[in-house]
């Protein structure tokens, strides 16, 4: 399948997303969703477990933006323009964490606005990630402002409207669900440009079953009344960012081999990116094959 095909297929999946979601009608938030399962006190906090599980979201955020750092993620990048969208995905991922942790304290739809607005962020983050790495640097850069802006305001479209005493959040959905679609298919249709590119499509697995645990929240602490399904999606879904935060630290960059696949690891001794072009240079030796 040629280049041009393989972005058709993208673009196709989202024009059918978008088409679905349009088809679909409004979806308002279900208050029933701010009743959640745990609401234990823990040291005068109120839905403790689900305010203090948010922690994990800023430790793994803090620790992806240090590693972040030119020399530690030298080897991580073939562009060093690459590391902007990392950078949002885990700037989101810290704000996630405050925000989140605002809402638990006491959930109701003014409060969920500020936990989803840096989450619909990190998710448009990393996919702006993925398309600079599997499409070209450039496309994802470009990108990235836009799907940004996308993800707020599919955000504040919802909000505005639940403050009218309607709200829909189908742009909402587009925005955290169609990722989830979008980068698997660009893992297995794109070459990779580094190692440990299938790392990603667990870190979107590892996220699906955060959010099949959100769903089971009452029957999880039902079942032995510990830990709620939603405290337990927070925890997952900090694992995923760190996931991530693994691939960069063990990630190199890989050059197309003889065989007409990415067989050839690279050890860039310096890598340098052209500062207005989609190209990159890197310095280094070859370290192994197949």
């Known amino acids: ?31 029933a969703y ?19 599980s948010n922690l994990a979201f800023v430790m793994a955020g803090l620790l992806g933006l240090a590693r972040l750092g030119p020399e ?3 080897h991580a990048f073939l562009d060093a323009r690459e590391r902007w969208p990392y950078a949002v995905f885990f700037a989101g991922m810290v704000l996630t964490g405050f925000g989140s942790a605002y809402y638990h304290l006491r959930p109701d739809d003014f409060r969920l606005v500020w936990d989803r607005l840096p989450l619909a962020v990190m998710v448009m983050g990393l996919f702006s990630a993925v398309i600079a790495e599997r499409i070209g640097v450039r496309v994802g850069l470009v990108l990235l402002g836009p799907l940004t802006l996308l993800a707020l305001g599919s955000v504040l479209y919802w909000h505005a409207g639940a403050a009218r005493g309607g709200g829909d959040l189908r742009p909402d959905g587009l925005v ?57 999606k927070h925890l997952l879904a900090a694992l995923a ?26 050890a860039p001794a310096t890598v340098a990116g052209r500062t207005g072009s989609g190209d990159s240079t890197v310095a280094g030796e070859a370290r192994g094959s197949r």
């Open 1 to 31: 399948m040629g280049q041009r095909a393989r972005i058709g297929a993208i673009v196709g999946l989202a024009v059918a997303a978008v088409v679905i979601a349009a088809l679909l009608p409004p979806i308002p938030q279900d208050q």
């Open 34 to 52: 701010h009743r959640l399962a745990d609401g234990r006190r823990l040291l005068g906090v109120p839905n403790a477990l689900n305010v203090l």
């Open 72 to 74: 530690r993620s030298a």
């Open 176 to 232: 955290q669900f169609f990722p989830m679609l979008a980068v698997p298919l660009m893992i297995g249709l794109f070459p990779p440009r580094y190692t440990r590119g299938n790392d990603l499509g667990l870190v979107v697995g590892v996220y699906a079953v955060a959010k099949l645990f959100e769903a089971l929240d009452a029957p999880v602490l039902a079942a032995g009344h510990v830990v709620s399904g939603h405290t337990i």
């Open 241 to 266: 960012g760190y996931g991530v935060v693994r691939m960069l630290d063990r990630r190199r960059p890989r050059m197309a081999g003889p065989w007409g696949n990415s067989d050839v690891v690279w």
